[in-house]
């Protein structure tokens, strides 16, 4: 098992910058992905970005590509995201996950931490 905390939400004005980060416990050694999701009041849940636990190989939605990055520190089993020029559509609950594996599917998540970008 894999236990996920997320913390950093907050509100923010439209231009300005979070980081969100991802405390990993349990298995950690079992991580093969870390991702982040977000979820919108009304929307379906959809994918941010990702990083290989091992190598740190990140991925990223068109929709953030070049305003946020993502991280992980292997050490301190946890991992980042790091959001700058927010935009109010960026309003969501913010979760992170863990894959443990190709084909595996994200397994474990976190309870979600809130992110408000007013206009």
């Known amino acids: 098992q894999v236990q996920l905390v997320e913390s950093g939400g907050g509100l923010v004005q439209t231009g300005g910058s979070l980081r969100l980060s991802c405390a990993a416990s349990?298995?950690?050694?079992?991580?093969?992905?870390m991702g982040w999701f977000r979820q919108a009041p009304g929307k379906e849940r959809e994918y941010v970005a990702s990083?290989?636990?091992?190598?740190?190989?990140?991925y990223y939605a068109d929709s953030v590509k070049g305003r946020f990055t993502i991280s992980r520190d292997n050490a301190r089993n946890t991992g980042y995201l790091e959001m700058n020029s927010l935009k109010p559509e960026d309003t969501a609950v913010y979760y992170c996950a863990a894959s443990t594996g190709p084909g595996t599917g994200w397994g474990f998540w976190g309870q979600g931490t809130r992110v408000t970008v007013s206009s």
């Open positions: 349990g298995r950690t050694f079992d991580i093969w992905t």
């Open positions: 990083v290989r636990w091992s190598g740190g190989t990140t």
